[in-house]
């Protein structure tokens, strides 16, 4: 199985940007397709991005769009999150999440289709 560790978070000025990490250790990140979900407190775990096994395709949830940018480095064993213009609805325990995928272009944007998920990374919004 597959170990998930994120890092990145941080205070960040409203109109600021993060680049988050996942970093996958135990098996090659390759094998798996990768989300990002977030959860706010007294908020259920949202969905807000997910990246295939080859990176070829993304999705990501409309609050996002053209704001985040998933991306993954397979030689690294790694994903990323790149966010910008943080609005004040983005503060969250942002966690990466991976599951086996059976080919290189799907991509998964609901919960219970991800088997394994890092503790998280905080990211706080100043005004």
């Known amino acids: 199985q597959v170990q998930l560790v994120e890092s990145g978070g941080g205070l960040v000025q409203a109109g600021g940007s993060l680049r988050l990490s996942c970093a996958a250790s135990?098996?090659?990140?390759?094998?798996?397709?990768m989300g990002w979900f977030r959860q706010a407190p007294g908020k259920e775990r949202e969905f807000v991005t997910a990246?295939?096994?080859?990176?070829?395709?993304?999705y990501y949830e409309d609050s996002v769009k053209g704001r985040f940018t998933i991306s993954r480095d397979n030689a690294k064993n790694t994903v990323y999150l790149q966010i910008n213009s943080l609005k004040p609805e983005d503060p969250a325990v942002y966690s990466c999440?991976?599951?086996?995928?059976?080919?290189?272009?799907?991509?998964?944007?609901?919960?219970?289709?991800?088997?394994?998920w890092g503790h998280g990374t905080q990211v706080t919004v100043s005004s």
């Open positions: 990246i295939s096994r080859s990176g070829g395709n993304t």
């Open positions: 135990g098996r090659t990140l390759s094998t798996y397709a």
């Open positions: 999440e991976a599951t086996s995928s059976v080919n290189t272009v799907s991509v998964y944007t609901r919960l219970f289709e991800y088997d394994y």
